[in-house]
């Protein structure tokens, strides 16, 4: 026993820049609170905080301690490990401790006097009553009918129902046809259903994982697009629900979310699974996230906030799509979710699978290094679906009209013809990228941005936007540089490329599907619900249609504007275009029907096209490795930005120049490059500059950097902002 201490006082993390706990008296705080959410007097506010520690000294005079005010006791602490990975990240990406625990509490638990009220009900299970009297549903009833079948199969997530459904969910209460799954409720002695039987590839890497370490290992699963990795996810997860485990699924994209759920939910009808992403309303984020404190929850199923989810019982975790940039969080804490996923793994001693169609270089250079065990997946699961034919459009002799190839057009009249999906990918949203004026050549930039405004068109007309800080303009008449009247749109956006397709194929049904028309909750879901349904020939959108999704009619796909990403001044411009068109080629032809894409480009013999008319991931990342080494480029060198803007040039570089100033005798062996603008300079006439760093050695850099930082926290640094990005992936 350990003697109370005689006067604690509390250490307190609370949301502040300042990096350290505060100090407040607790004579009531006991060891059991460490964890605990507390509230405290902060300043002229309240805040919320985590409590870390108790000691009996502060080194503020006793004078200056205020109490602590009420603990939360209703909530179980978070758990040491949750608040040793919290320690972990902040280390790494040298962020506020306090900074990081606040965002990793779901938002209803950051606010004082955080609500007590009831959360809402976290999952909806039928009733025999309700079986029968759903069974009887008239046909026409649709989206009663849909709901009652997902409700058959296993409880349904209050989370996972639509804003529609919600409704209908409370009336079949008020008649019994459902109950409310109480969070006290264990979760129904169900059996999972069996998935389909697995293919000899699948089986072998099934086995492979299966003979591995029981405890951690970092996996790479290579599997081309519709190869059958999330039936490995599945059958994954179901060994660590057998062995009384949870299992962690990350997502990059909220979008992917629904679909994947519902597979999770069908499989394992008996279990708790919680959808953890930002999309959810306060009350929901709250009662998921505290299924999975409490141990309830077998599968948590979300996007990169996920990742910091309290698991008492995690087994497994599983990252889907793992190249994808979503993971990256670009803003406060620049954390990326799989790497943070893969420490997590190691802490809690569980294996981690990383798997995508087009690995991050990242991840194939530790599988190539053998830090990661790499699985493969070569061959389409579904027998009769085959990899599609990509091939490459030469636009410099079957030149686009209005951004459409000949060739194209034929394409989309066969499938019209053939009642087939089409989807016609650009990814740039807007009318066009520029209006331009045809006198003098001048283009509109934005007056606050180095960037131009990309026309848009609205029910009205024409709009000008700049796609960085929102300002919007109307199109003047004429040009102000030489007062030219004949002002042109420039390019393709997809709304231009839908007007194009609407005059040419006028009895087509045409869907645009980009963040303008997809932007709100519920819209996206009701467009894939429409494609589903057949209900639409021509898809024209942007890389919101592009990540995993199933379109089973789909056997055609346009690409065009591509050539865009290869002049790119950002080195991992190729990466992303590569791992992007083979997601997108990956949505032809998931089905029996052929799937061919057709790439429109002036570039046809450029070695990323060639590798991706071959599908050949590993040629193209094994090259692009090539280069990168010689480059001294990423991942054969750690990397941390230094960024800043501010209200001058002057200012912004001047922070940059005393910051290396500062850096330049702490160790030779990181190299300090010169600050230089970002590569958007200018955003909402904030002035951005950057500083990279760079080192072989990830442990001397992030050595580096924690004495840097401390430097630079004595820097002045009136009128701007600056943040360290460790890892960065956009320059
Ligand atoms: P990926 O995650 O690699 O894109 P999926 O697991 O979604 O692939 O599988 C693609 C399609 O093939 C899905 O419709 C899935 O149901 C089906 N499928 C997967 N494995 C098998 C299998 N062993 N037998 C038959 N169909 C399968
Ligand atoms: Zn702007």
Redesign the pocket.
């Known amino acids: 026993m350990v003697a109370p201490l005689p006067n604690p006082i509390a250490r307190v993390a609370l949301d502040t820049p300042l990096d350290s706990l505060f100090d407040y008296l607790a004579p009531e705080a006991t060891a059991d609170d460490i964890g605990r959410r507390v509230e405290v007097p902060f300043g002229h506010r309240r805040q919320v905080g985590v409590l870390l520690e108790l000691v009996d000294r502060s080194d503020l005079p006793a004078a200056a301690l205020k109490p602590l005010g009420p603990i939360d006791r209703t909530t179980p602490p978070l758990p040491e490990e949750v608040l040793h990975l919290a320690r972990f990240a902040a280390g790494y990406y040298h962020h506020p401790l306090g900074s990081v625990l606040a965002g990793l509490l779901p938002p209803a638990l950051r606010r004082a006097e955080s609500s007590r009220r009831t959360p809402p009900p976290t999952a909806w299970r039928l009733t025999e009553e309700g079986q029968s009297a759903l069974a009887q549903l008239p046909a026409r009833a649709t989206a009663k009918r849909a709901l009652a079948e997902r409700l058959t199969q296993g409880p349904l997530a209050h989370a996972d129902a639509s804003d529609r459904e919600r409704p209908l969910l409370r009336d079949w209460l008020a008649k019994g046809w459902v109950v409310v799954l109480a969070p006290e409720d264990g979760p129904a002695d169900l059996p999972s259903v069996p ?5 000899a590839q ?1 089986q072998a890497v099934l086995d492979a994982f299966r003979a591995g370490p029981a405890g951690f290992a970092p996996w790479l699963l290579h ?11 599945l059958n994954l997860v179901a060994d660590a629900l057998t062995q009384g485990r949870q299992a962690l699924v990350l997502v990059p994209e909220i979008h992917l979310t629904p679909q994947l759920t519902e597979r999770f939910a069908r499989r394992f009808p008996g279990r708790r699974l919680i959808g953890l992403h930002s999309g959810l309303n306060d009350g929901e984020r709250r009662a998921a996230w505290l299924d999975a404190l409490a141990g309830r929850a077998d599968i948590v199923l979300g996007t990169r906030l996920a990742v910091f989810t309290p698991l008492p019982r995690l087994g497994l975790i599983v990252v ?1 799509e793992e190249h994808d940039g979503a993971y990256k969080q670009m803003e406060g804490m620049r954390y990326s979710a799989r790497d943070v996923a893969v420490w997590r793994g190691r802490q809690r001693d569980v294996p981690v699978l990383l ?1 995508s ?1 087009t690995p991050s270089l990242e991840s194939w250079r530790n599988a190539k290094a053998g830090r990661y065990r790499l699985l493969s ?1 070569t061959r ?4 009769q ?1 085959r990899l599609p034919r990509v091939d490459l459009v030469d636009s410099r002799t079957d030149r686009p009209k209005l951004g459409l190839s000949q060739r194209l057009v034929e394409a989309l009249t066969e499938r019209l013809e053939r009642a087939e999906q089409s989807l016609v990918f650009i990814n740039r949203r807007g009318y066009a990228p520029t209006l331009l004026c045809n006198g003098c050549g001048h283009v509109f930039p934005c007056p606050r941005c180095s960037a131009h405004l990309i026309l848009h068109r609205h029910s009205g007309g024409y709009r000008l936007l700049c796609h960085h800080c929102g300002l919007t303009a109307r199109p003047p008449d004429a040009c102000p540089q030489c007062g030219g009247l004949d002002l042109r749109a420039a390019g393709q956006g997809t709304q231009r490329v839908e007007e194009t397709l609407v005059e040419r194929f006028p009895e087509a049904r045409i869907l645009r599907i980009d963040r303008d028309t997809a932007g709100r909750k519920g819209a996206f879901a009701a467009m894939r619900e429409q494609v589903e349904a057949r209900q639409v020939d021509i898809l024209v959108g942007t890389q919101i249609v592009a990540k ?1 999704h ?1 379109f089973p009619h789909l056997t055609l796909v346009g690409v065009i504007g591509a050539d865009q990403a290869l002049i790119s001044p950002d080195f991992r411009a190729t990466e992303r275009l590569f791992a992007q068109l083979m997601q997108v080629a ?1 949505r032809a032809g ?1 089905a029996e029907r052929p799937g061919e894409v057709l790439i429109q480009t002036g570039y046809p013999g450029h070695p990323l096209y060639q590798a991706l008319a071959r599908h050949d991931y590993p040629g193209f990342a094994d090259a692009t490795l090539k280069e990168r080494r010689g480059a001294d480029a990423p991942p054969f060198v750690s990397q941390a930005l230094l960024r800043v803007d501010a209200g001058s040039e002057e200012a912004a570089l001047g922070f940059l120049l005393a910051a290396r100033e500062a850096g330049t005798s702490l160790d030779p062996g990181v190299l300090l490059f010169d600050p230089v603008p970002a590569l958007l300079a200018r955003v909402a006439n904030r002035h951005r500059y950057q500083l990279l760093l760079q080192c072989p050695a990830r442990a001397r850099l992030r050595a580096f950097l924690s004495a840097w930082m401390t430097r630079l926290a004595a820097l002045p640094a009136r009128g701007l902002r600056w943040s360290l990005d460790v890892d960065p992936v956009d320059y």
């Open positions: 998935g389909p039987a697995l293919n699948q599997g081309v697009t519709g190869s059958g990795k999330t039936e490995i996810y889907d798997g169609a997946l389409r699961a579904n027998a679906a995993g199933d990956g998931r």
